[in-house]
């Protein structure tokens, strides 16, 4: 296994709109959504490990969230673990934990993904990346991998590729906000867009190179703790100077500036299981379209439901169509699949 790849495990999200199963104290990653025995973010620590030596797979998280990683990878050491004190979104993040890989392996190939997708595929999953790495390596280049739209969403970001280039690794034209769906509609009949799921591909040189040009105030401001990186000096600095960063996407602050930005359609199935209607999806359902997870049912007149509870509880539903059934502890939602993206909404309320 090649010791110059390295990875970036996005975990750190919240992911409102799985509640009341998803929380802040215990968001989704770290839950088993579809009744596999493991946890998203084993799942995916478990991908990445085929093809990224597992001492150098590095889990990017909330302070708070860090007792749960160690207890769900129990093969990885504390040092792995980067903690961040303040949410700041994913540029400033992963500017910090590419300055303590350069510090570690100047040569290194980096990825950086989700904890908390869904990948089936994961032979073509490591293929993909393998390939990306390849391209990656003698290049000044930043890479992503996008998904091949089957359907107008308007929950994604699109990324735009030159019809032109013929190569399978395309120049990337632009990187487009979520769409109405009236503008998905347009970009699908286009042919040269795809889902952005999040997933991308650099030398730690190239990226930090991107930073310090597209973002100077942002790379002097980390890079002052240069020399505290992978020392025990490096926790103080972090937590004195990490809440002050920008808060700003990778998207904004670096790929929708460089030139240098290429994607490559993913051969691989994905569901970015970013609401229970996406978990839905990814669920055998009974003759009557129905997902059932953990509960015993009974069920007249109920179709296109998803429904799950704690402990095997008895679910007896009549006339219910296209619904969501969470039951957790002492909280019960009953919601439409209609309108699942205002559950975000109902939690800001709550809270």
């Known amino acids: 296994m090649n010791k110059n790849y390295y990875a970036i495990l996005m975990a750190g999200g919240v992911g409102s709109r799985f509640w009341p199963v998803s929380t802040k104290d215990f968001p989704k990653q770290f839950h088993d959504m579809l009744g596999t025995g493991e946890t998203l973010i084993q799942k995916t620590f478990g991908r990445l490990s085929q ?5 150098n797979i590095l889990i990017l998280t909330n302070e708070s969230y860090n007792d749960i990683v160690l207890e769900q990878l129990p093969s990885i050491s504390q040092d792995q673990i980067i903690l961040e004190p303040a949410m700041r979104n994913t540029a400033p993040c992963i500017l910090y934990a590419s300055m303590k890989i350069k510090k570690q392996n100047p040569n290194a190939l980096v990825l950086v993904a989700p904890s908390d997708h869904w990948i089936e595929d994961e032979l073509q999953f490591v293929s993909n990346i393998q390939r990306s790495f390849d391209f990656c390596e003698t ?3 930043l890479m992503t991998l996008g998904i091949l ?15 032109l280039d013929s190569r399978p690794v395309k120049k990337v034209v632009q ?8 503008t998905a509609r347009q970009f699908i009949q286009q042919r040269n867009f795809l889902w952005n799921a999040g997933i991308f591909i650099w030398s730690v040189k190239s990226v930090l190179s991107a930073f310090e040009k597209f973002q100077p105030e942002m790379y002097a401001h980390f890079f002052k703790g240069y020399d505290l990186y992978n020392t025990p000096e490096e926790k103080s600095f972090i937590q004195q100077n990490y809440p002050s960063a920008e808060n700003i996407s990778i998207d904004y602050a670096i790929l929708e500036k460089a030139p240098n930005v290429f994607v490559m359609s993913a ?16 669920l055998p359902k009974d003759e009557n379209y129905n997902a059932v997870i953990n509960a015993e049912v009974l069920l007249e007149d109920a179709s296109n439901n998803i429904i799950r509870t704690q402990g095997k509880k008895l ?7 296209d619904y ?20 975000k909404k109902v939690v800001s309320k709550l809270n």
């Open 315 to 321: 679910v007896v539903i009549d006339g219910l169509n």
């Open 139 to 141: 290049q000044d280049n």
């Open 51 to 55: 093809i990224i030596p597992k001492e």
């Open 267 to 282: 051969t691989f199935d994905w569901n970015d299981l970013g609401t229970w209607g996406s978990l839905y999806d990814k």
């Open 324 to 343: 969501i059934v969470v039951d957790k502890e002492n909280v019960l939602l009953i919601y439409p699949k209609s309108k699942e993206q205002d559950i």
């Open 175 to 182: 990187f487009r906000e979520k769409p109405d769906y009236a």
């Open 149 to 163: 739209p089957t359907f107008p969403n308007t929950g994604y970001g699109y990324i735009e590729y030159d019809k």
